[in-house]
């Protein structure tokens, strides 16, 4: 049987966002939400629909009647973000995460897919990760806040199909980019800033960059356009309570899958790469007084990639697009609602 249909209404909360924008595209490339069908796409703005606003969460929810719900919507942000607003990501994803979860429980929604990220990994978890390490150490101290909310996310939707039978699924992607990423100087995530601070560098003519941290620590990178195609696929094929459904090392089934390329590069090879595309010609400096963070956070994406999905926009390709994304000023907040 079908676990979503053409003719479902799809709530996709944080639509505006680089995630939210990308799952909207992959849901219309794949048929849904399309009117003839008797679909519809439900992507309230902020000033629609507050997310922070229990009430109106619970009387939208109640009016709009979704039949599915994609959560995408979060407080993100890079390092220093992290740093100088721990109170904020903190509360603000929580209070996302409960209200709208929740209220489509409540509100009898078929299926929900809640989307994490990998920061809810230990920060010396074995490499490269598997969805096992949960909960397994301490967290990288620099966004130990948005990973406690982005954990309970995901033990929110886990608790509520256990004593509840309510179909909710988590994706943990990994570091994204591509089209309406956040390139605020100081808020932005590692790839981003890069674009930014490299491009200004050339537009300036300025004979350096300075980077931070050592530039020794891995990350892995996944194009939006992949998140938005392995959302629609998770909400397609997987069902946990199915028997063939991935199952973790205690045979139990899985609640949450991670999401990326399985591919890593050093910060400093990507600040070599970002430099190229952009054609700064300057020196790069590291400055070591700032953190680096996790040291290396490459997913394990095997389970994903053995149901059939794997990323298709090698960092070669995606990387050029976003750049070009840059110039054209597609830019938003560090708050996707």
């Not at 409540?106 to 299926?111: E, N, Q, S």
């Not at 996790?294 to 990639?305: E, G, H, I």
Request: hydrophobic share 40%; proline share 6%.
């Amino acid at each position: 049987m079908a676990l979503i249909h053409t003719s479902d209404r799809f709530f996709v909360a944080g639509a505006r966002g680089m995630a939210g924008s990308a799952i909207v595209r992959a849901l219309k490339r794949s048929g849904y939400g399309d009117p003839a069908q008797g679909g519809e796409l439900l992507t309230p703005s902020r000033q629609e629909l507050d997310l922070l606003d229990d009430a109106a969460i619970g009387s939208w929810m109640e009016t709009q009647r979704p039949d599915v719900v994609v959560l995408a919507a979060a407080t993100v942000g890079g390092i220093e973000a992290n740093r100088s607003r721990p109170a904020d990501f903190l509360l603000q994803n929580l209070r996302i995460e409960t209200q709208v979860i929740e209220a489509a429980w409540r509100c009898g929604v078929r299926r929900l897919l809640f989307l994490g990220s990998s920061c809810i990994y230990p920060k010396f978890a074995e490499q490269p990760i598997r969805e096992e390490a949960l909960l397994t150490g301490a967290l990288e101290p620099t966004n130990a806040w948005y990973a406690i909310a982005k954990i309970a996310g995901i033990k929110l939707g886990e608790a509520l199909r256990l004593q509840h039978g309510f179909d909710a699924i988590s994706l943990m992607p990994t570091n994204l980019y591509g089209p309406g990423d956040n390139y605020h100087p100081t808020g932005s995530h590692v790839l981003p800033a890069l674009i930014r601070r490299f491009h200004e560098a050339k537009n300036s003519g300025a004979p350096s960059v300075t980077c931070w941290g050592t530039g020794t620590p891995l990350r892995e990178f996944l194009h939006a356009d992949d998140l938005g195609e392995a959302c629609v696929f998770a909400l397609e094929h997987w069902d946990p309570s199915a028997t063939d459904a991935p199952l973790d090392d205690q045979g139990a089934p899985l609640a949450f899958l991670n999401v990326g390329t399985g591919v890593d590069l050093t910060i400093r090879e990507l600040a070599e790469q970002v430099a190229a595309t952009v054609g700064f010609v300057g020196d790069i400096h590291w400055d070591t007084s700032k953190p680096d963070g996790t040291p290396k956070k490459q997913l394990d994406v095997s389970r994903l990639a053995a149901m059939g999905w794997r990323a298709r926009i090698p960092l070669s390709e995606g990387l050029p697009l976003a750049s070009q994304d840059f110039r054209n000023g597609k830019t938003v907040r560090g708050i996707r609602f």
